[in-house]
């Protein structure tokens, strides 16, 4: 089992930045991959950006040159730096950690919630 608890939503303005950030507890040695998805309002949910153990990165491409993904592993941590963020940008962001073992296990945080707004 894997929990994680993200922080750092909020409200900003188009062209602004933000920082999220989630901490990975338990069975954290088992993790593949950790990253984050997120679901704006009507849509379905989809990846943002992924980083795996051995660092590398992937990203969506509507944030690409925008986001940057980092893990802490001494921490257990990921981040999501976002930057010149769009109003099409503002949806509930979720972390993920992804195992792999027989079959993949997805881990889910609660959520932060982004808005960008004039």
């Known amino acids: 089992q894997v929990q994680l608890m993200e922080s750092g939503g909020g409200t900003v303005h188009p062209g602004g930045s933000l920082t999220l950030s989630c901490a990975a507890s338990?069975?954290?040695?088992?993790?593949?991959?950790l990253g984050w998805y997120r679901q704006g309002p009507g849509k379905q949910r989809e990846l943002v950006a992924t980083i795996t153990t051995d660092g590398t990165t992937t990203y969506a491409d509507s944030v690409k040159g925008r986001f940057t993904i980092s893990r802490d592993y001494a921490k257990n941590a990921v981040s999501l730096q976002m930057n010149s963020l769009k109003p099409e940008d503002t949806a509930v962001y979720y972390c993920?950690?992804?195992?792999?073992?027989?079959?993949?296990?997805?881990?889910w945080g609660q959520g932060t919630q982004v808005t960008v707004s004039a």
């Open positions: 338990g069975s954290v040695l088992s993790i593949n991959a």
């Open positions: 993920n950690a992804r195992i792999v073992l027989i079959r993949v296990k997805d881990y």
